[in-house]
Structure formats: C-alpha cells, structure tokens
C-alpha cells in the first residue's frame, strides 16, 4: 500500500513537471527584434540560435519571421525576428499640395507634410502591427548610420502606433559575427533621437526644395521647349544639382582653356647601357627666343659636371584602412565598378557575413581591436594566404588615418570564403587584399639623385632601386617600379650625349572621373558617404550629364542650359556653400548642439528667398535653354501662374481653405487644400467673375478668417451688392443668401482623427456654459436666443418646418459689427399693420400710377405714404402692382414692395420683432438699420427658392452703409419662417420639395461630376 502511494505521488510529480516543461515556451515573454533587411534579419536569427530557428511567413512574402529561445534582459525569451526593406515611412505632402495643379510651387516650403507609408510598404507595416499585439519589448537591430537610426524610430511609430506601453532598446553593432552579436545583447541602449532627427531634417528639406524647383522646371520648360522636354522630368536637388555643377564646372575649363606654347632644354646621357634624362631646373620658358639664347650657351662648352651625388632610403606607403569613400573611388579606378554598384555588392556582403558595416567613415582600427584572428582568417587562399602568414610572423601593424565616426570600424573582412563570382568576388578580393596591405610593412627601396652643372644651368636626375616590396606583393594595385641610371660620382666631368630644346604646350585640365567627382563631393560636404552614388547615378539618369568610353564625365545640354541659366540670375546654386552649411547643421543635430527645428526654419527660408528671386527670373533659363534647342515657344503668362494662394482660413481639416479657378479656367470656388481626404468647398456663381482674398479678417468668425473682394458681371446679382463687394462667404448672410451659396457645415477632427459631428457658431459670449439641444442634434448657445416676454424655445426635429430653410435661427447679427458690442436687444420692438385708407392724389412714373379706394396706407422708408405704382414692361411681372417712394429717382429711399404680397404676418394685429440695432420705431417699416435710420424694404430680384422674398437693409449706399440685413418675413418670437409657410414657395402635402441634383462623384450639391473639384 506504501509502495502504490509513492508510485502515485511520483507519477503525479513528474507528470505536473513534464506539463510545465511543455508549456514554458507558451509563457515565456515575447520580443519583438526588428532588422533593416531580411538577410540580416536571417544571418542574426541563425547566429542567435545556433542554425535552430523556426521560419515561417509574414504577410509580407520578402520579410520572414525567425523564431527561437535567447537568453536576453536577465532571462529566457521566445524572440521574433523580422525586418523592413530600407525606410518604412518618407515624408509626403498632404491633400492638394501633392497635386501639380493643386497649388504653387512656392507654397511647398510651408506646405503640410507627414510621414506616411507607401503602398508596396503596407505588408511590412501590417506585419509589424500584427507582430507587436502579442509582444512586450521591441529590439531595434538596424544598421548603425543615420539612416538605420531614423528607421529604427519609423519602426518604433508603427509599433507604438499599436502598442504605446512597449519598450524599447536599441542593439548597436558594426559587423554580424557571434561576438559582435553578443556584444549588442549584453548592452542593449536607448534609440539616438538626435540622430534620427538630423535625418528627418534632412529629408523633409529634400523633400520641400525638391519639389518646389522640380515642379517650377518642368511646368514652365515642357511649356517652352515642348519638342524636345514634354515628356521629361527636369528634377532639382540641393545634392545633385552641386554635383552636377562640378560636372560643368570641369567641362567649361576644359572648352575654355588655351594651349600655350612653351620651350624648355633636354639633357640625356647614356653610359654603359643607361640612359639618364636630367630636367631642366628652370622647368620651361614661354619665350622662345630666350630659351634658344641660353641652349646656345650651354653649347658654347658642353660640358657637365656632377654637383652632387645624394642616395637616401625611400618608401612607398601602404595604403590606410577602408572607409566608405575610399571604396568607392578604388572600386571605380581600380576595378573599373561604379560606386552605386560597388555599395550594393558591399551590403550584400555585409549582410552574408563575409564583410563589416560598409558605410562608415572611420580609417583607423580600435587599439583594443584584435585583427590576428581576421588575417589567420585568410591564410587558407592560396593566392594570398602565404603573404597572411607572413604578416602574422611580423605582426599586423595597420597604418592608420585620422577619421573616426565612433560608431564603426573601417571595412574588412570577417570570414573567408571562396564560393563568390563576378564583381561580387572581385570586391570581396579587393577589400581582404587592401586589409592585409594595411597591415604589413611599406615597400622600401634607395633612391639616388644626381644634380649637373652646365654652363651654370642645373639639371637633375633620379634612379630608383627597390629593396624590399613588402605590402606590395599582395597588392597590386599599386604600381613602383625599379629606374636604373648610369653610375656617377661627385665631382666628375662628362659629356653629354645630347642637349637639345624641345617644344610643348600646356595641356587642359582633364574632366572628372567618377572617383574624382567622388573626392570633390567629400572635400565641400555634399552629401554623405551613404549618398554619393545616389546622387550621382540621378544626374546620369535625368540625361544632364553623360559618360565618355574612357569613363569621363561630360554634362548634357540640359545640364549645361540649366546650369547657366542658374548662374545668369547671379545665384550660385551649382555651387557647393549652401548644402555644405546644411551638412554642418544636420552633424550638430547629431551631436545636440542644435535644435532640427531651428535648422528646419533657416534652411527653408534661406532656399525659399532664392526660390522667389528665380522664379522672377526664371526667363534666364529659357534664355540659356535656347541657345542649345532653340527658340522656345510663347507662353501666355495665365498657362503658368507661380503666384501662391492666400489661405482664406484653415479648414476643420487642419489644411488651408484657398480660392481656386476651376480646371477649364471659367468660375471660382473654395476648396480645402487638404483634397481629397477633405471635400470642404463653396461654388460661386457664374457672375461673379474675380474673387481675391482680403487683408482684412471678418469680426464675426471665431476662427481668422479672411474677407473676400468679389467683383460681379453686371446685372447678375441684386443692385444692393453692386458690381464690387467685400464680405465674409462664410457668415455674412446677405451675401450667401443673395449669391445662393452653400454654407460650410465644419467638421473638426477629435485627437484620435475621427471627425466630429458638425457644431454651429455662434455668437454665444464667454462664460455662457448654458446649452440647449437644437434641430438636427445641432448644439445652440442659450445667448443665440431672442430674449424678451416670449423667448422662443427650441422644438423637437418634427415640428421643424420643411424646406431649404429648415432648422434656421433668427436674423443674423450684421457682419460690421462684433458679438462683444452688441447693443440691448428690445423686447417689444412691434411691426404694426396699418389702417386701411384712400390713396390721394395722382402719382405718374415711368412705369405708370395707379389710383384707387380701400388700399391700405403704405410708408416707404422716408416716412411718407408710398405710391401705388404698375409695372409696364414686358415680362411675367407686367401689370403687377406695387409699392415705392414718390420722390423722383435720385433722392428718395429707394422702397419697393409688391402690393399682392404685404409684410406676413399670422396675428392680424401685431407681432414682435427683435431688432438688433437698436430701438424700436413706429414709423416707417419700423425697422432701423445699425446707422440708427429706417431700414429699407426690398425684394430679393434674383431666380431662385427665395426670389420676390421682401427683406431690410440699410437706406445708404453700399459704401457708405452698415451693412444691415434682416428677413422681413421671419417671426422671430415664433422662430417662424413665414416665407416658407405663407409665401410662392411653401412646402405642401407631405413637404417632400424637389431635391437638388447631387455630385456623382463627392454628392455634394451645387456642382456636377463633371466640374467636381476631385478632376481638378
């Protein structure tokens, strides 16, 4: 019974031990690791476990996922390594600045900009998303330059976009190798922000400059030279537009330059089967006749005697450790391998192990740096591992140079192999022969130098003989060779075997190699060492420049024209001054020396000024253009507007609302710049023919907001606007109403970027927080109420009346005036119909008077009774009856009222009517404007759902008046529309009105898919 109890508590022992072995991996803690590209991600994976990780596919098909168990962070980790391609995320414009068309090119410096994943980057960033739900750590493992800094900080806003709480460390390393990898595990650090930020500086000022110059050289050159450049693009960039100016810089030397003839005297002497070539000491004479006098001396007594007899030791350097540039310029004269190519067969070695990081600009090996085991690394080959052995017998002793960028080592290599091919083979070659150049002996040899006398003319002469070649043996690219001479002593006399005058002339320049270009990019600071390739192969690939059989650099006409016109506006954009200031701000962002922002803000004003001087003298470039494809086609000056668009004020987007011209160049309309994400737009009329924004803001929006000058067509708006108005098309009711716009229903963004629903101005003033709930959900300030014995409260959405008008408020306040000066409102301010009486008199006018019993007694706005009046012209309005001043034309008020439609009203008696300018008045309309005068009546003249709708407004001219408007018609103690209920275009039945037609494309009313603000 004992027995079988023991056995029962061991079996359930173990049996509890085995499920918790099993079951441990599931528990341990996930980490996210995250490489720049999938072979290092998969050379890391397989030197962390050992060759044992698990593979499996991510929902991007270039970016598998490694899993395995590390020892990490002070315990046992299920690690998921994956990687990106390169850069997630790049800054782009947003809404209409991305269009051509949408906007001009200088607005670009201050255009809205944001980081945003391209569409062929969406798998990556969905499998990082989908990855880091189930992770509690995020490791970065990218490559140890700027660039891999800012994509380590685009991966952390991915990630952190999902999971805001999760922590992240920064693995640093220089080469994969299981030390090196180690290393990085056992001192994981922060992300360099200062770093990263220096990269987003640069890159959003590549971004803004580019795009501006880009697009103000292609729009405008396509247009003038469209034979030959209408299907180019003519790109600028602040990197390669100075490496191109080398280019033409050299070119124009070479063209320019003219050979002069020159003489100098020869001497040779040939002894024993040597001949030695002795040098004029004066070198050569550009007069001939005065070298001919002194050869003529020389051979009055040709006689030489040795003057001097120097033998010292002489060295030929080995060459220092690789860095970046250095590859790229031997890779290009030595191998004959451009530099792009040579970058990328240098990262895919990197990434397979066989080489250490090969963007650094570091050519001095770490003292504490051991590079025996990476040369016993080599003594396998037979072509070179004999001279390895021999360097470990004497000891590596790396000549080393004076840069460093503390981050990486010079590039070497790491492991040896011998199963590559082609190019890849050959670099791979190149750069274990020049890392075993470095570290062995430099080549010795003795020179001796023999100096003559002749006529008191000196001349020299130079033998080598090399000792030992050393570093040479392995190397050899290098060329030293043995020059044997005659033997002679000090003090001895000879004869020489000829002394002779030859002629020459002096040689140009020759143009740029791609190795030379190279250097002239490191010494001014254009670019980096990341990017001299880039920039160079884009001025290949745009066709301004072009390369010779011989790999010489020769700028294209493009090029040159472009170039040239530059330089005829006196800018010296070919030149290097402005990017190498911007190199040295970005390295003291680097170093937190300097604010990104600060640099941002110099940066692009500095290159906007200049953008706006070239762009007034971007004729010079046409000019320069010319002389190499012709005489460039007219333009009008309308076909290419660089004139930037006065924001009206900003959307609830956060973009800016402009006034554009539609696309076929007829109407104007307001549009957000933020299109196509934000469909925000107002459609003018037809008749209104120039719309400018104004300097001055409208008192009434709580938001700045500019007024807008409006010009009309005449006769295609009411005689009140006049042919000019200025006014606020967003509040300024008058205005709307008479030009039948849409009014703006705002939509502001909450902070997680969803848009809210729509909330109405008002006019409420501060410290009111008392709400009421209106019709259509619409929040209404209690002080937007009329207030007096029977202040109208808000209804319920079915009571509402139906219409174009429905939900609407009370009389807008007048534009002129701010909400903070109203005056009092009056509670009883009464609109009084008056007693019926008989006409007197007779009353003749243009349009003919009327004469009659029974009619009712009419002011007009002057006080006096008004005259009863017939239409006489031709049109549905003839022989209608109505009301207007009897004073002749020019100095009375100007009333008019249709006699057939009499101010409504529901109560025959009286109803109250809140004026917002002031008192009450009995006499007249009983209606005063802000001017403190009668308001006068007038008839809204214009067709539409309001036409023959009677309102106030004030009795002066435009110019000198207030601006006062007020609906006649509006109960405002009933909050009753009586236009609606009472007058032509009151809803009946079931209040179903004829629907405007809708956009096929936004379903906006107002417009047609046709002229749709999305074709723009």
């Not at 963007?359 to 590079?371: A, G, I, V, W, Y």
């Not at 409006?710 to 109403?737: A, H, Q, W």
């Amino acid at each position: 019974m004992v027995l079988l109890f023991k056995f029962a508590l061991r079996t359930t022992f173990y049996g509890k031990l085995w499920f918790s072995s099993a079951s441990s991996k599931d528990k341990m803690v996930r980490i996210l690791n995250v490489a720049e590209k999938n072979d290092a991600a998969k050379s890391i994976a397989d030197l962390m476990s050992r060759g044992h990780y698990r593979r499996r596919d991510g929902i991007s098909k270039f970016n598998k996922i490694y899993e395995f168990e590390y020892n990490i962070l002070g315990g046992q980790h299920t690690m998921t390594m994956t990687s990106v391609s390169g850069h997630l995320l790049n800054f782009e414009f947003t809404g209409q600045y991305r269009n051509w068309q949408g906007c001009s090119p200088v607005a670009l410096f201050d255009a809205p900009v944001e980081k945003q994943c391209l569409e062929n980057y969406t798998p990556i960033k969905r499998s990082l998303e989908k990855e880091v739900r189930g992770c509690q750590t995020l490791i970065i493992w990218t490559d140890g330059d700027r660039e891999g800094e800012n994509i380590g900080f685009e991966i952390i806003q991915v990630c952190r976009a999902i999971k805001p709480n999760i922590r992240v460390y920064r693995a640093r390393f220089s080469e994969i190798t299981p030390q090196a990898i180690q290393r990085a595990c056992n001192n994981l650090l922060e992300p360099d922000q200062n770093t990263s930020d220096a990269v987003d500086v640069r890159s959003e000022l590549d971004l803004r400059i580019g795009a501006a110059f880009t697009r103000l050289q292609t729009m405008r050159l396509q247009k003038r030279f469209p034979q030959v450049l209408s299907q180019m693009l003519i790109s600028y960039g602040s990197c390669q537009f100075p490496t191109l100016g080398f280019v033409v810089e050299r070119y124009k030397q070479v063209q320019n330059f003219v050979p002069e003839p020159f003489w100098k005297i020869k001497v040779t002497s040939k002894t024993e089967g040597r001949l030695a070539d002795f040098t004029w000491d004066r070198n050569r004479l550009f007069d001939q006749e005065a070298c001919y006098v002194l050869l003529c001396h020389c051979l009055e007594n040709p006689v030489a005697k040795v003057t001097e007899v120097i033998k010292k030791p002489k060295s030929k350097w080995r060459p220092q450790p690789l860095d970046t540039v250095e590859l790229e310029k031997l890779a290009s004269r030595k191998l004959r391998i451009n530099a792009k190519e040579t970058m990328r067969i240098a990262e895919k070695l990197y990434t397979q192990g066989y080489i250490s990081y090969p963007r650094t600009e570091t050519n001095q090996f770490p003292k504490d740096m051991d590079l025996r085991p990476l040369i016993q690394a080599q003594t396998a080959d037979p072509n070179w591992g004999g001279f390895a052995g021999r360097v470990l017998t004497d000891g590596p002793n790396p000549r080393n140079g004076n840069k460093t960028d503390n981050a990486h080592p010079p590039i070497h290599p790491l492991k040896y192999t011998n199963n590559l091919q082609g190019n890849e083979a050959r670099v791979y070659e190149f750069i274990i022969r020049h890392f075993l150049a470095t570290c062995a002996k430099d080549a010795q040899g003795a020179e001796t130098k023999i100096v003559i006398n002749i006529q008191d003319e000196i001349f020299k002469c130079s033998g080598l003989s090399i000792l030992a070649r050393n570093y040479l043996e392995v190397y050899p690219y290098d060329n030293w060779s043995d020059k044997v001479i005659p033997t002679f002593e000090q003090g001895e006399t000879f004869e020489p075997s000829s002394i002779e005058m030859v002629e020459g002339e002096t040689m140009p320049p020759k143009l740029l190699t791609e190795a030379d270009l190279i250097a002239l990019m490191e010494k001014h600071g254009i670019g980096t060492d990341a990017t001299h390739a880039d920039h160079i192969e884009r001025i290949k690939d745009r066709r301004y420049v072009g390369l010779q059989p011989d790999g010489k650099f020769v700028p294209g006409e493009l090029g040159m024209g472009l170039v040239e016109g530059y330089d005829a506006m006196g800018f010296e954009m070919s030149k290097p001054h402005l990017r190498r200031e911007l190199e040295a701000d970005l390295k003291r962002i680097c170093e937190g020396r300097k604010n990104k922002d600060v640099v941002l803000q110099e940066q692009v004003s500095k290159y906007r000024d200049v953008f706006i001087e070239a762009s007034q003298q971007v004729e010079k470039i046409d000019e320069a253009l010319s002389r190499y494809f012709g005489q460039a086609v007219q333009i009008q000056p309308q076909d290419i507007n660089f004139e930037p668009l006065t924001p009206l004020r900003k959307c609830s987007c956060g973009s800016d609302l402009v006034i554009k011209k539609k696309k076929d160049g007829n109407g104007l309309y307001v549009t957000c710049m933020g299109f196509p994400d934000c469909k925000t737009s107002v459609w003018f009329p037809n008749g209104v023919i120039e719309a400018k924004v104004d300097e001055a803001l409208c008192p009434r929006c709580q938001e700045p907001t500019h007024l807008v000058a409006l010009k009309f067509k005449r006769g295609s708006v009411p005689p009140s606007l006049g042919n000019e108005y200025t006014g606020c098309v967003l509040c300024d009711d008058y205005l709307i109403e008479s030009l039948d716009l849409k009014k703006l229903s705002y939509q502001p963004r909450n902070n997680a970027g969803i848009r809210t629903a729509p909330l109405r101005q008002t006019n409420r003033p501060q410290g009111q927080n008392n709400w009421h709930q209106g019709p259509n959900n619409q929040t209404w300030g209690q002080n937007d109420w009329p207030q007096g014995q029977n202040n109208y409260q808000p209804r319920g959405q079915n009571n509402q009346p139906r219409g174009k008008n429905r939900g609407r408020g009370f009389n807008k306040f007048p534009k002129s005036r701010q909400p903070s000066s109203r005056k009092p409102r009056q509670a009883n301010t009464k609109w009084q119909k008056r007693p019926a009486a008989a006409v007197t008199g007779n009353v003749n006018r243009t349009m003919g008077g009327d004469q009659g019993n029974n009619q009712q007694d009419i002011e007009c706005s002057c006080g006096e009774n008004a005259a009863l009046l017939s239409v006489r012209k031709e049109g549905h309005n003839k022989g209608r009856k109505f009301y207007a001043c009897k004073k002749p034309q020019g100095t009375g008020c100007d009333f008019f009222q249709w006699a057939d439609q009499p101010p409504p009203q529901n109560n025959p008696t009286t109803y109250t009517h809140h004026q917002p300018g002031g008192p009450s008045n009995s006499s007249g309309s009983g209606i005063k404007c802000n001017c403190g005068e009668n308001a006068k009546l007038l008839t809204v003249c214009k067709d539409g759902q309001n036409k023959g709708r009677p309102f106030h407004s004030c009795s002066k001219p435009r110019d000198e008046g207030c601006g006062f408007f007020a609906w006649a018609d509006v109960d405002e103690n009933r909050g009753e529309d009586l236009w609606l209920s009472t007058g032509p275009n009151r809803q009946r039945g079931n209040g179903n009105a004829p629907k405007k037609r809708k956009c096929g494309l936004c379903k906006q009313e107002g417009h047609t898919k046709k002229t749709c603000p999305q074709n723009n």
